[in-house]
């Protein structure tokens, strides 16, 4: 059990649309702006090979690709996949065996014109890749916001008689919604707000 004057509430929108979490006395105006913002999934999967055997891409998009986005890391053998709305959506049945073997298909045409899949196989080492749609302590992986509901990240902020402040990337009222940039300085604007409140 904690005490304090103040807490700074960042839960992920799809926890608080779950409906398991309970704020005593309840905050109907909070929970409604949290079930009026989408929550969307992303599929990521990072692919960590033996050795880098192509130069350092930057971004690539792969138009119609099961994974569309890729980006190497010019740190090492790194490459990252991902896949954002539909195209996770469509992805989130995958196992990752499943997404492993895509994945090195698309990589294939990509960096080899599509012959070097057993190539790619071979220099593997490890493919990581995390469910957010399953996750219980996050339950999607970002918020958007859907036709009018532009006041819905300022409703979710607004805090709540001067001891509860909400920050996160769902509080975000500029153009860097949905990114970690955003929630970081969400997170500023609460400490701010708190304070002030002295």
Same mark, same amino acid.
């Given at each position: 059990m904690y005490s304090g004057g103040a807490a700074v509430v960042t839960l992920p929108v799809g926890v608080l649309k779950a409906g398991d979490l309970i704020?005593?006395?309840s905050l109907p105006d909070k929970i409604e702006a949290?079930?009026?913002l989408e929550f969307g #999934? %992303?599929?990521k999967v990072i692919f960590h090979f033996r050795d880098t055997t192509w130069d350092d891409f930057g971004f690539i998009? %792969?138009? #119609?690709?099961?994974?569309?986005t890729w980006w190497s890391d010019s740190r090492g053998p790194i490459i990252?996949?991902?896949a954002g709305g539909a195209y996770a959506d469509s992805l989130l049945k995958f196992s990752t065996k499943q997404l492993c073997t895509t994945g090195l298909e698309i990589?294939?045409?990509i960096l080899f014109n599509g012959a070097a899949v057993p190539v790619l196989r071979r220099q593997l080492l490890a493919v990581h890749y995390h469910n957010w749609a399953e996750d219980p302590d996050i339950l999607g992986a970002y918020s958007y916001i859907p036709v009018n509901g532009m006041d819905l990240p300022k409703l979710l902020a607004a805090p709540v008689a001067g001891t509860l402040f909400f920050?996160?990337?769902a509080t975000v009222t500029?153009?860097?919604t949905g990114t970690v940039f955003g929630a970081l300085e969400t997170g500023q604007r609460a400490a701010r707000e708190i304070l002030a409140m002295d």
């Open positions: 704020f005593e006395p949290a079930h009026g #999934n %992303v599929a998009h %792969v138009p #119609n690709a099961p994974i569309p990252t996949g991902w990589l294939s045409r920050a996160g990337e500029d153009a860097q």
